[in-house]
C-alpha cells in the first residue's frame, strides 16, 4: 500500500497562530507541535527568500525521523516577477533588471540561485527529510507566449532531485496541447500537481485532471472552492478563504486513493489558507483515509 502524506502549505501562517496553534505555545515549538499531528509540510518561505542554512537543521533537529520537508522553489525560478531584493544581499548586484525593475532570469542566475537553494536545504536531504521540490508557476506562464522547453536550463539543475510542477495556466491542457504537456512531463520525469479548485472555466483554474506523471510520486494540492476569491482576492487569506465540508473531503479522499494505487507516495497539501481551514481540513482528512484504507482491508 502506497504511503499518503498529508500536510499543509506552510505551518507558520498567521490564520494557523492565531486560530490553531496554542494560545501559548512559543514561536520556537510551532514546528514541533505541527510535526505531532503531521508527517509532511511545504516549506512556503522558501519561495520569498532562500532559507538559512542553520535554520533548515534545526527544522530537522525539530521533527521526527519520517517527517518530509517539501521546498517551494525561489519566486525567481519559478518565473514570477521578482524584485531584486527578493534574492541573497550578493546576488543583488549582479542582477540585470528589465525596464520594470525586475530580475531577468538569465542562466547564470538561475544557476547562482538554484546552488544557494541546494546549499540551504542540504541539512532536509542529509537527514532523508526532502520530499519534492515545488515549481508553482504563474498563471501569466502560458503556451499563447511561452513554452514548456524554456524550463529545461532549469530542470537540468535539480536533475537530481524529485520536481513537482503546479501549471496555473489552464491552456496547458485545453485541446491538443494537453497531450504536448503531459509529453514534456514524462520526458522529465516530473510530478503533475493535480488541484482543488472552484469549478470555474477561467485560465487562471486548472481542471480536476487525475494524471500521474511521475512512477513513484503524486501531488495534489487543495485550495478551495471559493471562485470569487481565487479570481479577485487581494490576499493569499482572500483567494484561499474556503472551509471544506466533510463531502468535499470525502471525494479528495477518493481521488488521492485511486491515484495512489500505482504510486510509492501520494503527497496531499492543503492550501485554504485562511484562519485555521487548512490544518482543520488537513487533519480531518487524515480521519477519513484511516477509515478509509482500514475498510479495504
Request: net charge negative.
Amino acid at each position: 500500500m502506497s504511503k499518503i502524506l498529508v500536510g499543509t502549505a506552510s505551518w507558520s501562517d498567521l490564520g494557523f497562530i492565531a486560530e490553531w496553534f496554542p494560545p501559548a505555545l512559543p514561536a520556537s515549538q510551532r514546528l514541533p507541535w505541527y510535526a505531532q499531528h503531521f508527517d509532511m509540510v511545504e516549506v512556503n518561505s522558501s519561495f520569498y527568500s532562500i532559507p538559512d542554512r542553520r535554520t533548515t537543521q534545526h527544522w530537522c533537529e525539530q521533527t521526527p525521523d519520517n517527517f518530509t520537508f517539501n521546498v517551494k522553489l525561489h519566486r525567481l525560478l519559478s518565473r514570477h516577477s521578482t524584485s531584486a531584493d527578493f534574492l541573497p544581499p550578493d546576488l543583488r548586484y549582479d542582477a540585470e533588471l528589465d525596464s520594470h525593475g525586475r530580475v531577468v532570469v538569465t542562466p547564470e542566475m538561475e544557476q547562482a540561485v538554484v546552488t544557494r537553494l541546494l546549499e540551504a536545504i542540504e541539512p532536509f536531504e542529509r537527514a532523508g527529510k526532502l520530499g519534492v521540490l515545488l515549481l508553482q508557476l504563474p498563471p501569466s506562464f502560458g503556451p499563447r507566449r511561452h513554452q514548456l522547453h524554456e524550463l529545461e536550463h532549469l530542470l537540468s539543475l535539480l536533475k537530481e532531485h524529485k520536481v513537482a510542477v503546479e501549471l496555473r495556466n489552464r491552456d496547458w491542457v485545453e485541446g491538443i496541447q494537453m497531450e504536448a504537456t503531459v509529453d514534456f512531463f514524462h520526458r522529465h520525469n516530473l510530478v503533475f500537481v493535480i488541484v482543488d479548485t472552484p469549478a470555474v472555466e477561467h485560465f487562471r483554474l486548472m481542471p480536476a485532471i487525475d494524471i500521474t506523471t511521475h512512477p513513484r510520486i503524486g501531488y495534489l494540492r487543495a485550495h478551495g472552492r471559493n471562485a470569487r476569491g481565487y479570481l479577485t482576492g487581494r490576499s493569499v487569506a482572500e483567494r484561499f478563504d474556503y472551509d471544506y465540508p466533510e463531502e468535499e473531503l470525502e471525494e479528495i479522499a477518493e481521488r488521492a486513493i485511486r491515484l495512489s494505487h500505482s504510486l510509492d507516495e501520494m503527497h496531499l497539501v492543503f492550501n485554504n489558507n485562511r484562519g485555521a481551514y487548512a490544518p482543520k481540513a488537513a487533519l480531518k482528512m487524515k480521519e477519513i483515509l484511516e477509515n478509509k484504507l482500514a475498510l479495504a482491508f
